[in-house]
């Protein structure tokens, strides 16, 4: 479980880091958005216990959250 949460909070780092290099310029703020959601969602995989279904919910949410920032980024480099 550990390596497994220490690889996805790599991959995670990783991630951001080619993503805010890209737009930082033009979105810091949804970048900036971005990246802590990122760290978010990793902090959740690596706690421990489901904290009686929130851990879940929250993870479920991030999500979304995460999806919902990507396509912003995507509309704001379009132009809307």
């Excluded at 879940?56 to 995507?74: C, R, S």
Aim: glycine share 10%; hydrophobic share 50%.
């Amino acid at each position: 479980m550990l390596k497994r949460a220490i690889v996805v909070f790599v991959v995670v780092l990783l991630l951001g880091g080619a993503i805010a290099g890209w737009a930082a310029m033009r979105q810091p703020h949804m970048i900036a958005a971005l990246d802590h959601l990122k760290a978010a969602r990793a902090e959740l995989e690596m706690a421990e216990h489901n904290k009686g279904g929130h851990r879940v919910k929250a993870l479920e949410f991030v999500d979304q959250a995460l999806e919902q920032t990507k396509k912003g980024i995507e509309a704001g480099d379009r132009g809307y």
